[in-house]
Structure formats: C-alpha cells, structure tokens
C-alpha cells in the first residue's frame, strides 16, 4: 500500500490572529495510531484542532508491527466511521487457544462464548495508520502538520503555547489544551515533570512473519513457556506474526540463527499443527517493560497511549489501552465544550484520568501477573495456574469473564462504541 500524501495546511498567518486568545481548541503531539484515532474522534465537532507529527514515516512501519485489534477497538473505530477502511486491510481471528507448554489442557475461546461473529482482529501497523491518516485529511476541523518537531512547551492559566520548527522556520502556536500522544519515551511528559514507575522486565520480544504450510483457520494461539510467552497471530493471505518472548540473551541468540536454525526452533516450541513454516522478511527484538505514570492529566495536558503507560505484550492489550484512551479523553473533552467549561481545566481533564488510570493499571497487573505466573518452574506456582487452566475449561462464567477482559468487553464503553 502506498504511503499516503499528508496535506501541508499549517499557515503562518493561523498563528498569533485569532481574537479568541488562542488558535487550536487542543493540539495533539503525536501522529501515530493512538494520536490519528483522538484526532479522529473529533470529526464533525466544533472543537479545532491541531495534530503535529515529527516523522512522516513511522518505525513501526519499517518494522512491519502487526497488533491484536480487540472487539472494543473495533467498535470505536465503527463510532468513528473508519472502520469499513480498515476491515478489509485485517484478519479476523474467530478463536484463540491457550495453553500452558506441553500440558495437555488447553483452554479455546470461541466465538459462541459471547455470541458474537469476531473475537477480534490482527493488523499490521500500516493497515491501521493509512486510513487512519486518510479519514484525518478529510476532518475539515482538523489540521495535520508533518513533518514538524515542538521545541518548547509553556503553560498558563488560560492557555498553553507550542514552539514549533516547521521547514527550518519557528512558529508559535496557542491552544486550550495539549494532548501527549508521543510514544513511552513523551518528551512532552518530561518536559512537564511527570513521572512514570515501572520495571523493564528480564525478557526481549521477537517479532517476526510466517507462512505456513496449512491455513491458520483464523486462530490464535498463545503459549505459555517457562522462557515467556510465545504467541502466533493469523494475518491476510494466510500469513502468521510471531511473538516470541524470552530471556534478553536467549533472544538476542535465537535472533542471531540463520533462517533454517530459527524455522527449527520456532517448530519445536510452536509445534507442527500448520505445518511447515516459511519465515518471511527480518526479525526484530525489543525489550519488554511496565511503566504507569503517576498522572495523566495537569493544567491544559492531558496523557493517553503510551506516554502515559506501556505493559506487557502478552495478549495484545497495549494499543487496545492507548485507542480506549482516545475514545474516553475525546468524550470527556466533547462533553465538557458542549456544558460550555474549560476543555483544558484540570477538574475536567480528572474525569478522563479517573476513568483510564484505574481500567489501565487492572490490565497491566492483569499481564504481568500471568507473565509472572507463567514463566516460571517453581512446582507450587506450575500446579495453581494449571489448576486455574482446568478450571476455566470447566466453568463457563470464568471462561466469559476472562475472554470479556481480554478482548475489552468489561469495564466503562465508550459512547463511541455504543453508537
């Protein structure tokens, strides 16, 4: 798919004219995913805004990224109205398998345990970024400025101010709100001096695409190892993304294998249930962590995706936080305008971290509890989480709870979702 043509229709003589006191309802720094979809949030709104992204190609792009699109995000997407753009890019996955090594229980999740025709989604990082970008070109209250990079930020009572460097020239632009859309590392969180806690965990990701012999009949599997997780994500044109989770040197050695070393390997710990796997294209590694910041919100800012957390990969739930985090903030932020208050007040932004913060930190406990759990050898630990893998093959109602907080079904839904 071609990279789209982003319009360049930032003005000098936007800045500094409007007898408001300010130019941009709120400006978002960050023009990836989660950044597009809260820009997206606002179509037909009367709220103007700014969306300022440094690169006009993203790394996860170069990478290839492909990620678990889960029911909720899909219904967002569906309230947006880019859905239908999206869908045909994506596969759909109709079951997932979990399982714990070589032990023989293995709980399915199907589409029949909550009645629905989807579990949920794989797409790759372009898949969503593309139309995401297209439907922003079309927001008429939405200007996206690319490449440009914030060189300062200024806060006060009424307003906030951005430095931007856009083509070698500085402009200065004022708005009721900014919204720290800029990935784990947020300059623009540093530079307000919020702080994050956290760890970086003992384990590396690798990430790579297969294609296998037999078709992937729109499963997905997960598979607990005593090294980490090990996932397998069915993609279009019966392709596969691989997630492979392990300690940071056994990674960097599995990665270090030619092709025939690595396909063996991935057999041997995946099985040969599609059989044989061809591997398509490099593999990529990177280093897991948790991180929570201690707040997402203070006078006219406001923190969603992961500037404001990042969790473990197991089960594909880090986009799925950040898209729920656009859908909850452009809410709060649309029903505060239409009450007439200040968008950029901090008792309205409160709202959106009351909501987010604690949804947020139950999934990331959630991962890295079975992360923890999981990886790990030790008998007493090894029997409670069979036990538990036995239980939910048994008992319906935990089965449904556990899949319902997996795929986003439990906790607050956005009005996005309900439309």
């Not at 041997?268 to 929570?292: A, C, H, P, S, T």
């Given at each position: 798919m071609a990279q789209a043509q982003l319009p360049q229709t930032f003005s000098p003589n936007q800045v500094a004219t409007d007898k408001r006191g300010y130019d941009y309802d709120l400006i978002i720094v960050g023009g990836g995913i989660i950044g597009l979809t809260l820009a997206s949030a606002f179509k037909n709104s009367e709220l103007s805004v700014l969306l300022i992204e440094a690169k006009a190609e993203s790394a996860a792009v170069a990478k290839g990224q492909a990620y678990a699109v889960h029911m909720l995000s899909a219904l967002i997407y569906q309230g947006i109205g880019v859905w239908d753009k999206i869908l045909p890019q994506i596969e759909v996955y109709r079951r997932v398998r979990l399982s714990d090594a070589d032990h023989p229980d293995v709980v399915e999740f199907t589409t029949a345990d909550i009645n629905k025709q989807d579990l949920g989604y794989v797409a790759e990082h372009q898949a969503l970024l593309y139309p995401l970008r297209e439907f922003v070109k079309d927001c008429q209250n939405v200007t996206y400025l690319c490449p440009a990079e914030v060189v300062s930020t200024c806060y006060y009572q009424d307003i906030v101010t951005i430095d931007i460097k856009v083509a070698g020239e500085m402009r200065t632009v004022r708005s009721k709100l900014l919204v720290a859309a800029d990935g784990s590392r947020s300059p623009i969180r540093q530079a307000a001096g919020i702080k994050t806690h956290g760890w970086k965990y003992w384990q590396s990701c690798i990430v790579a695409f297969?294609?296998?012999?037999?078709?992937?009949?729109?499963?997905?599997?997960?598979?607990?190892?005593?090294?980490?997780?090990?996932?397998?994500?069915?993609?279009?044109?019966?392709?596969?993304?691989?997630?492979?989770?392990?300690?940071?040197?056994?990674?960097?050695?599995?990665?270090?294998?030619?092709?025939?070393?690595?396909?063996?390997?991935?057999?041997?710990?995946?099985?040969?249930?599609?059989?044989?796997?061809?591997?398509?294209?490099?593999?990529?590694?990177?280093?897991?962590?948790?991180?929570?910041?201690?707040?997402?919100?203070?006078?006219?800012?406001?923190?969603?995706?992961?500037?404001?957390?990042?969790?473990?990969?197991?089960?594909?739930?880090?986009?799925?936080?950040?898209?729920?985090?656009?859908?909850?903030?452009?809410?709060?932020i649309q029903q505060a305008h239409q009450a007439g208050e200040d968008i950029g007040d901090i008792k309205i932004l409160k709202r959106y971290e009351r909501w987010r913060k604690r949804e947020n930190l139950t999934i990331l406990g959630f991962t890295d509890l079975l992360d923890r759990m999981f990886s790990n050898t030790f008998l007493p630990i090894m029997v409670v989480r069979r036990s538990g893998l036995w239980a939910m093959q048994r008992l319906p109602i935990l089965k449904i709870y556990t899949l319902k907080l997996m795929i986003g079904l439990k906790g607050r839904t956005p009005e996005l979702a309900r439309r």
């Open positions: 297969v294609k296998p012999e037999k078709p992937h009949n729109h499963t997905a599997y997960e598979k607990f190892w005593s090294s980490g997780p090990f996932a397998i994500l069915p993609l279009p044109g019966n392709r596969c993304r691989i997630v492979w989770t392990a300690p940071h040197e056994e990674a960097k050695a599995l990665c270090a294998l030619d092709d025939e070393q690595f396909l063996k390997e991935l057999t041997r710990r995946f099985g040969n249930q599609m059989g044989k796997l061809e591997l398509l294209g490099d593999r990529f590694i990177f280093q897991v962590q948790l991180m929570q910041s201690d707040r997402y919100a203070k006078h006219r800012l406001a923190l969603v995706g992961d500037a404001a957390h990042n969790c473990h990969p197991v089960g594909g739930q880090g986009l799925n936080l950040g898209i729920r985090d656009a859908a909850a903030l452009a809410q709060v």
